[in-house]
């Protein structure tokens, strides 16, 4: 199984701490599920923190610090402070993995929109009381299928 | 409960079917739960249907105009075509509930991309054999929340 | 005193319900504290109805169509879908009036975020769970002075 | 309490100071609350400062040098110049916190406009002579929620 | 002379009144200089209001319905509204005249801020209390020159 | 009086003599008003050869090497080729002194070109046979006013 | 020979006369060539009146009126006014024949400028003193060349 | 006479070869008009070599390495691969010289499509079979002109 | 089968012919490769000028005005002209079939052009110059697979 | 024979391995024919991984290591990730090679489609599951021609 690494000349606006803790990840040779095993959380999370896209807790830095052999006040002080998400992908994205997500955005944004409000009324679904988990299926003709499912808070809009 | 409508003067660019199929759906006062059921597909898919961004079958098309009351040839010849998707959603969406999602793809979108290529290796999950289904939990503390389920087949790359 | 008025063709994808309201405001030449007053909400909710920001409930279709002389059920129609919104500024806004709430966006988003981070954490305040007021204050050399209040529900980012 | 911390690699646009600020900040453990009282400013001001859009005058660089032990000539020479505004936010913001400012002046700016049009008159609410402020808000049910006051001076449209 | 003329087919977004007002003003075979004259204003000002870009008074209306045999009724309705001020040059502006504003501002940008900051310190020359006009100079060599004037009041930033 | 400086780190594209003249400046403390005066320059055209955006005569480069004390080597080599102008301003300009020019060009841009067309005939206001100014008012109110004076020889389109 | 013909679905922003001078053109079946040799201009001039960027004169009109059978005071109503420039061609243009020289002047606009400098020291060729044609070569092997000349005053950037 | 330089910090993306042959040619201080007579291209061509747009033979590059004194090896390295043409200049050009090009493109594309398609049929004139010139004029009140000739082999669309 | 059929309302700048030719083909349920064969040409060259994007000779209009029963005189008016080429895709496409084969230029732009250049030398493959079909497979598992040839005449670049 | 080289100041987006690759390349002095008969892959892949946009096994990096002599430990963990695609053309392609075949897909994108939905279906041609190649044609005037084939599995829409 190959492993998830970053190149950081193509990620030259990702946070110091994405360096610091891809270079260890490639170095001790774990995956994002051993990864987040080690640190109580889903994998994607875990991976979502290597992209600076979601906080660490000081139990988390410890964690990673310990697991990944990295200094524990390197990697506290790279990864202590508040994320400045949405910096990892350009949009439109041109990652083809990463299109057919904005590509579903793109054809069934108003599909989802009738179904939610017909289903919950004025409002949305958060994207911050959210989490969200990646799951393998394989069929019986031994296809493999993948499944993403996102769950946010239903969020009615304030009348006033 | 209120019902999703489409105002045609905001959404110039949807077929010529959706202005007809919403038209009949407000006259009728259903929803696309409602509408689903009787087509025997998902709401979302049928609300695709509605918005040009799913291919109705000839089957489709007879029970929702039966369904509807649209005289069978004038939707014949407004859905038999086949979809030119994307048109319904301007990028960067504006809508709210639809730019959390854009949202979503956009803070975790490398997240996904290293946790998928972990498990499946190169490729990506397909936009085309895929489904999605949007289900409403409540929690103990009365809470809704909505879960939007992606499935689509994975796809690597072919070597050549 | 002037009143605020819509020319429907600078605004061709406002929804239909847009055009009626200014019309029948026009006529009746009443301003928008006149309108909220009447229907019990926020002067600045009661203008986001009118420009398609804003749902407007079974009580507040009544109340508009008595106070404006337009038919219910015309307005009825018009009215009760759910708002597809964000369509009536186009970014970055052009109208100098518009351009300055944008400029303070651009130029205290991060001070903003720097702040609220310190004072409630890793998350964001809500622009769902939110309300706002527009209040007018003089001061003793007769400067108006123009004050926007901003409140959201701060929601904390999970952890997953 | 986390600190809001500031990495260069992911800025690399904003002036010289804000990196000596922002280091000085991380060692002394400073939140902008203190740095604000210490300099007598608005915290939102002096977190402006450190973005580089916000003019330092000579004695709030003094008790900066001070505060944050920073060479008096280091930061009179990085500061006493004229900000350059705007380029700490990339519109439209990807920033999920900053996203939704963005998102209410997309939604509610017209609203916004009707509304200090029939205050006011024909005119604009000024950015500039502006202040701003942002405070935290507990409700009986411990929901936080945080409030965004900006007030700026009314500026007619001359006559000519 | 020739007169400037609108041609609505290429404005599609401006007011109604700008077709109402283009038209009378090519019926009467009316300059800009001579409109301005009547109503007491800049030409500049006046060919403003005939694009939806300044306001007009309830004296200027009365004076432009007289001199134009518009109903003063239609004029009115149409022109006592606010403006939505913007939409009349697409940016980059296309039009090689009013390009070479726009090169002007592109070049000069940050000559204009350097000069403005170290006369007036820090703030901005407002663009509302603002007035501009345009003269016609001719050289011993018979070459024309044409001057366009722009004065606006300076707002320093409020410190808070 | 705060002198106009230059952060190298926020204007990544001008020449390599916007540099070396800002530092120089910055260490003499002088203003622009001072070294137009000593090359006999207008300040704005002064301000514009420290951003790259006029050329320097071979006198020029002597004066400034001189007054500034910078070899004159060097700067002469920084200096003597042809400016590549139109890089300082990235437009729309987010810096709100020079977005409030560009707003003049947006908002008043057809009214310029109706009345300069009716004054000049077809042509256009040139932007290169052009002298600009900035000039310091004070009203009886102690009110500064800021005034821009742009001058450009009229160029009438040719027939052919 | 087939003959350029305008198609107005696909130009809906070229001005009234566009239609009324190519329908009159289809009808009486003429060459661009025919056209400019009537009215005394070149071919591309002619043909850049018919897409609006190029002022007639009256004469021109006149002799248009006559030779395309046209209402003299309907195209002088339609044609004198002064020319909306540049609404014919959406940037980058589409078309593969204008991308062509669109791209001509991407690959060699840097070429052509450093070349015309050493020439004419700094400046730039005028567009507007400017005229252009177009010319057919067909060489020894039967291959066609087409040759567009460009013709522009030097105008040196003033000194001020 | 000013010679054509190149300054990197403005121009990132030109290959290695542009800073080596810039710089060569400043020490040498040769003229395009000189360096293209000796390696017996036209001068655009020669420029669009340092501009790293064009390509240069094996004999090309002895001769620049011997006028420009520049050793063989280096310039083979890193002129002999193929160009990587279109990244020099930034479209719209923000220069205005080349804009000024870009402007005749934008006024007169479909002029000049239509007076080459009633020329040619239906087809493109080629930018690759392609050269192009310079030329000055001076007319006899002492005026310059600038003349670009574009000379491009007509290619026909294929008929399949 | 379902036939390709096409809503006016999707694709309003599309030239008068294919609204014309389209309702024809659907009121005959004639496929374009029956088409194609009626004319002596490519189906893809057919579907082609039923979007614009092809130029019909005098003899395919005259079979296509016999097979789909349309007035010779409307389709020789709306087909004679030169197509306006480029208008049917907005891009990046939202369609996702277009979609993947705008992703193969993007991803493999470069690897096509190193090979291209290493078998060719300098130069551009034409798209004027051009041919291209599209052919089935179905494989012995029963999969179906889609072949699309592009051939294009190898243009050098023309030294100068 | 030139062969195709990489500057990497054009391209300071592509992966570290790039430079690795494309460095070794010129060393060997070899054609991507070659390396690609070595690695027993088409040549179109070969390049593609030099840039990055496709994955090397395991087999290709021991291959790649030893014809190219690059340490395979540096190879393996330059190139053992899995590619972030897209990043090496920006869109729209300013490269003429690569452009004309993005012209392709702008001009016959929807005729593309027409013929695909008409033979297969609803569905899309796979960029994923496919495969390209380029070949060389001479015809018997000696012309040469490019044909590009590209072969992608068809992925019929799901029925949800």
Known sequence: MSLA???TTQHPYLPAASATLFKAKATKALSFEQIAE???????????????????????????STLLDIPHDLLNEQLSGFPDRGRSVEMPPKEPLIYRLYEIVQNYGYAYKAVLNEKFGDGIMSAISFSTKVEK??????????????????LPFSRF
Chains 1, 2, 3, 4, 5, 6, 7, 8, 9, 10 share one sequence.
């Not at 994998?43 to 830095?61: H, L, R, T, W």
């Not at 299926?137 to 239903?154: P, S």
Request: proline share 2%.
């Open 38 to 64: 080690h640190i109580g959380r889903n994998e994607v999370a875990a991976a979502a923190i290597f992209y600076g896209q979601a906080k660490a807790s000081p139990e988390d830095i410890e964690k990673l």
């Open 137 to 154: 299926e394989t069929d019986k003709d031994g296809n493999n299928w993948a499944i993403i499912t996102l769950r946010g808070k239903w």
């Open 5 to 7: 690494t970053l190149d």
